[in-house]
């Protein structure tokens, strides 16, 4: 069977990317390698084994465990085999009387200081060492070490030497009593995550792994718990927790995980059913066998015993929950439906499709309203977070996502960061850029808070534009003023790729004196030195990247940053070629996908609008269902005509969007005013508290599909176990479908990935048998790119010529003023994921318990506030509390939280203000005014109030 | 004088002194030793408390300046005594008597290996090789060499120091 695959080996060293090839006869074979391999790798390449303990694929060699030797002809004594490059010729030998001896005699010394405990070991059956000291005939100890590390007592007392396991991290165990001190772990911390949280202390007998400084322990230390460690240590000492309870896996099952945009690929460990541990693969193409805490450790709450596991329904959401069977429910959800339609109209139904899901999933949801319910009202939560960037880049480039794939950042030279906090929201993609910088790669971050990139251990240039919340398009334009007046930007490029007329308009309009960093320092508080610094530095880099997030996009102008974005690329030529482009950072495992199925209003999957003649036919004769042409309502649209009493009913597929969606009352009253509402979730929400059919979801464990991921890669999603809820969540809208009269007849999601390549060109050419082949494809994947597209805009842009666009700074409307002299931003942070929903049901507590209030020490005396106060949070639309925390990461004026929690609920003070092209939430800009508090508002109290009534289940008797 | 508690050797006019040491290393290449040199000699042992902001300012992280710290016996951990005698118990002063002047300079001084005598003036300290093998057994006395060393001398040396 395909699923079951038998781990990647491990050749050593890290593969070499010479184009020049070395042949090279080890133990007879004959070998051709990149030139720069190392004669491990080459041994390896030819079907041979050398033993090794501190030499790993994933790191860089060391050559510190001496059991590697091998014998060379016309070479001197016995090198390591990790750390000598192979020679043209070079004739080796692994296996000779001399280096067997020496091996020997090394692994007698290492197993001098270790316990024999094996049986009763967690690494039993998955130990290097153990297999070490059999691959080297180890038959005998000769030494009677008078100190060790591993007994606890000695005949005569404690053994000073003997240290307890650290437990301190809720996911893996340290027992420094296994250590062999071989340094991978400290390597993996460096090289591959790039946190620089672990060392070795002491030296000679005394070295040991430490986390941080003698006092701390793994939790209290830098560590971030990514578990690169854990992967790389060859022995008990650094294990998964999961494995000491479980046991060795038995079968592997090739995964994506289900948490950021990044879309890591896993080998989910299996023993039966249950997941032992996921591994990042060496072969993901996203990840390169990186992961950070949320898809290595924190999948515990697809077991969660919180998980709904049978359908609920009730008459209104006062009521406790009714348990039913799917029967019941499914026709209780579609009758109200039809009811719905048949009392305010066609178009009274809508749906949210859901980024959680897999593209397969999304699809239906969307065919659902379009060929179902016979309108387009279909949205999805990228219109709270990324729509600026379908808009913005579209316009720009001609199509709606980012023009490179991750790799690609292993070759700029110049990462300008905005509005977005990679080493929390995109770890995996934060290791690799942190790898760059410290290979020398310059760092711009244009961010009102400072950002842990900035703080990136070993970096070179760094530089900091704290701009207040808001002024993004101003401080752009002003990048692009500084390059436009000083002659910095690419004719040539400009010439051949874009109008050069429609370019010397723009410059016309960004040379204006209005946009020079003097008159933009005034609104944006960046220093005007500073901003030309950053414009001079960017123009300069032979190539670089730009990579931005919600902080660009959450604004009332998110979609004029993002073509002011793409315009500072355009101009300096940093497009088409590997180490640059323009690269949203986007948020959730699928929004990207989300989005190219056809999620929004007003457009067909691949982003074809709804009333484009020719792919409406072209639906129309495979949906076999006539179809509209008007664009459907956007998610605040469809609240807007729910309190005006036109929206009656909406199916939700994995969002909770009372927590995520701004101005929280707003979407409560709408959700009231609605006749139907169907929340299909793991869990109870915020959300489905004002659902009357709640409808239990599947985990991305337990279904198979695809992903697509921030760099337009389609990675696949496994089943890897049973639905607990008894159904993945493309049946259940299959059978909420048919309960309606659609007649699909789906047995497999490898058929509806069929109809998608079927309809959208960019997808023509994948299907599952494709991605079981190949890994991953990014699209464009069609007859021109059979295997996909890694760079966008190679030699032209998808709409033909690159367009510059006037990027007018307008001040949003949510100003700061004596009422509300701060400006609130909102981020988040590494260990928790969004609403909080799956983090909050894991050990990742451990690390963010609360959400908390940034604010600046002068902001905080002025208020007569202190550390761990509680803290009132005031803003035009609503107020909450929270603890207030004390630190200059914000400049004065500025306070930042995070919106994991449900408690806080701090969208109940975000705004109804928006993006004016896409309507996406301003959630970066609130004005508020901060004060000390004793606790809960009346808010949160009636709140929470209403949530412990919504949330009753009836007990039912035992049938 | 009474004696400072040990955790509040880094104090909050600490910070200012710790700055100062590290600004007059800025711009040097590998700063790292010289800033620890001059931290052992401001407070007598590296603090703690000191080695984050060490981090911070030189773009490093705690833990790479505590694995630099253990490394070398020495940079200490909690502050000697204003003299400190070094015996070497390297091999060629093993070998010309070194445990048996070692054994009688600890039953003298009446302490152990690392440990300082109860007035709190002398720290007695092992060391692997002085690089003074021909005139083993050795020894150092704050920072001066004594070679051919036997416990008579020592002790006499030791006392005029104590005084």
Redesign the interface.
């Known amino acids: 069977m395909k699923d079951f695959i038998i781990p990647d080996r491990d050749m050593g060293t890290p593969a070499s990317k010479s184009d020049v090839m070395v042949t090279l006869n080890v133990d007879g074979r004959q070998v051709t390698v990149p030139a720069g391999t190392s004669v491990m790798r080459a041994a390896a390449e030819a079907g041979i084994a050398v033993p090794k303990l501190c030499a790993t694929d994933h790191l860089e060699a060391f050559g510190s465990c001496r059991l590697c030797v091998v014998q060379i002809d016309g070479m001197r004594g016995t090198p390591a085999s990790c750390t000598t490059p192979v020679a043209e010729g070079m004739v080796v030998h692994t296996q000779t009387d001399e280096v067997a001896q020496i091996r020997r005699g090394v692994m007698e010394l290492y197993i001098s200081d270790h316990p024999l405990d094996c049986l009763t070991c967690a690494a039993n059956g998955d130990c290097e060492l153990q297999d070490m000291a059999g691959a080297v005939g180890l038959r005998e100890v000769r030494y009677d070490a008078p100190k060790n590390h591993f007994a606890q007592r000695t005949a005569t007392g404690p053994n000073p030497e003997y240290r307890p396991k650290d437990q301190s991290n809720p996911y893996f165990t340290f027992d420094p009593a296994k250590c062999i001190v071989c340094s991978r772990c400290v390597r993996a911390c460096e090289d591959v995550q790039g946190t620089f949280a672990l060392t070795i202390e002491g030296r000679g007998f005394d070295s040991r792994v430490s986390a941080g400084m003698g006092s701390d322990s793994f939790l209290s230390s830098d560590c971030v718990s990514c578990g690169a460690c854990v992967q790389v240590c060859p022995t008990a000492t650094l294990v998964e927790n999961k494995v000491i309870e479980i046991g060795t896996p038995e079968h592997i099952v090739k995964t994506t995980c289900a948490y950021c945009g990044v879309g890591c690929s896993f080998d989910a460990h299996m023993r039966g059913e249950e997941v032992v541990r996921m591994v990042p693969s060496k072969g993901g193409k996203a990840n390169h066998g990186h992961s950070c805490v949320k898809g290595r450790f924190a999948w515990g709450y697809a077991t969660h015993r919180e998980r709904i596991l049978r359908p609920m329904v009730r008459e209104k959401i006062t009521d406790p929950w009714r348990e039913v069977d799917w029967d019941e429910a499914l026709d209780f959800a579609a009758t109200r439906l039809r009811r719905a339609q048949d009392d305010h109209g066609k178009n009274a139904i809508g749906v949210i499709t859901s980024s959680r899901c897999t593209n397969e999933e999304t699809y239906l949801v969307q065919k659902l309203a379009r060929a179902v319910f016979g309108n387009n009202n279909t949205d999805t939560c990228a219109r709270v977070c990324h729509s600026p960037t379908g808009y913005g880049l579209g316009q720009a480039f001609g199509t709606s996502a980012g023009t490179h794939d991750f790799d690609s950042v292993e070759d700029t030279d110049l990462a300008l960061v905005i509005g977005a906090n990679p080493t929390d929201g995109h770890p995996v993609f934060a290791s690799r850029l942190r790898k760059r910088m410290r290979q020398g790669a310059g760092l711009i971050v244009i961010d009102p808070r400072r950002i842990d990139l900035l703080e990136t251990p070993h970096m070179g240039m760094g530089m900091h534009l704290p701009l207040r919340p808001g002024t993004n398009v101003a401080v752009l334009t002003s990048l692009a003023h500084v390059i436009v007046t000083e002659g910095l930007y690419d004719e040539d490029f400009i010439r051949s790729r874009c109008d050069w007329d429609e370019f010397r308009t723009y410059m016309d309009f960004a040379a204006d004196p209005r946009h020079s960093p003097d008159e933009v320092e005034k609104l944006s508080c960046v220093p005007a030195g500073l901003i030309r610094q950053a414009a001079r530095a960017y123009a300069a880099a032979p190539r670089a990247s730009i990579y931005y997030g919600l902080g660009v996009t959450e604004h009332s102008q998110g979609s004029t940053t993002v073509m002011a974005i793409a315009n500072l690329a355009m101009m300096t030529g940093n497009i088409g070629e590997p180490g640059t482009g323009v690269n949203p950072l986007r948020g959730q495992n699928n929004v990207q996908g989300s989005c190219d199925m056809g999620s929004f209003p007003h457009e067909f999957p691949g982003y074809r609008h709804v009333g484009d003649q020719a792919t409406r036919e072209l639906y129309e004769r495979i949906w076999g269902v006539p179809l509209s042409d008007e664009p459907g309502l956007r998610i605040p649209n469809m609240f807007d005509a729910a309190l005006a009493g036109n929206f009656r009913g909406l199916y939700c597929q994995g969002e909770d969007i009372v927590q995520s969606d701004p101005d929280t009352q707003h979407v409560t009253s709408a959700l009231k005013a609605m006749d139907i509402v169907i929340v299909q979730d793991l869990f109870l929400n915020e959300t489905s508290n004002y659902a009357h059919v709640l409808l239990p979801g599947s985990s991305f464990l337990e279904k198979d599909g695809t992903f697509t991921n921030a760099e337009r890669r389609i990675n696949m999603v496994r089943r890897c176990m049973t639905p607990k809820n008894g159904h993945a969540d493309w049946e259940i809208t299959q059978m909420l479908a048919n309960r309606m009269g659609a007649g699909w007849t789906y047995t497999h999601p490898s058929e509806i990935m069929e109809e998608i390549a079927l309809t959208t060109p960019s997808f023509a050419g994948v299907s599952f048998d494709l991605l079981d082949r190949v890994g991953s494809v990014q699209w464009p994947c069609n007859e021109a790119a059979p295997l996909g597209t890694p760079v966008m805009h190679l030699d032209g842009f998808v709409r033909g010529k690159g367009r510059f666009l006037h990027t007018e700074y307008v001040a949003t409307e949510e100003r700061s003023g004596p009422r509300f002299p701060l400006l609130l931003t909102t981020g988040r942070i590494l260990s928790q994921y969004n609403v909080g929903a799956q983090t909050r049901r894991t050990e990742n507590l451990a690390w963010h318990a609360e959400d908390v209030l940034e604010i600046h020490p002068s902001d905080a005396e002025n208020r007569g506030v202190r550390q761990g106060d509680w803290v009132r949070v005031a803003s035009r639309s609503g107020e909450t509390t929270l603890r207030a925390h004390i630190t200059d990461r914000v400049a004065p004026g500025v306070v930042y939280t995070t919106f994991h929690h449900p408690t806080n609920q701090v969208n109940v003070i975000t705004t109804d203000n928006s993006d004016w092209a896409t309507n996406c939430p301003e959630f970066k800009v609130t004005a508020v005014q901060v004060s000390p508090s004793n606790g809960p508002t009346d808010w949160q109290r009636d709140y929470r109030s209403h949530s412990d009534l919504a949330r009753r289940i009836m007990q039912t008797a035992a049938e | 004088m009474p004696s400072t508690p040990q955790d509040s050797v880094f104090d909050s006019d600490s910070q200012d002194r710790l700055d100062r040491i590290i600004a007059t290393h800025a711009g040097r290449e590998g700063p790292l030793l010289p800033i620890l040199h001059d931290v052992q000699a401001e407070w007598g042992m590296i603090p ?1 408390e000191a ?2 902001i060490i981090a ?1 300012a030189l ?9 630099v710290v ?2 070398y016996h020495d940079f200490r ?1 909690h502050p000697a005594g204003p003299h400190v005698l070094r015996l070497c118990r390297a091999e060629a002063c093993i070998s010309m008597g070194g445990d048996e002047l070692a054994d009688q300079i600890c039953r003298a001084l009446g302490i152990g290996w690392h440990e300082t005598t109860p007035d709190g003036r002398l720290t007695l300290e092992p060391v692997f090789c002085l690089g003074l093998c021909a005139c083993a057994p050795s020894a150092e006395l704050d920072g001066k060499l004594i070679g051919r060393a036997d416990a008579a001398r020592i002790s006499r040396m030791v006392a005029e120091v104590r005084a």
């Open positions: 703690e080695q984050p911070k773009g490093l992280t705690r833990a790479e300046v505590y694995g253990s490394f951990d």
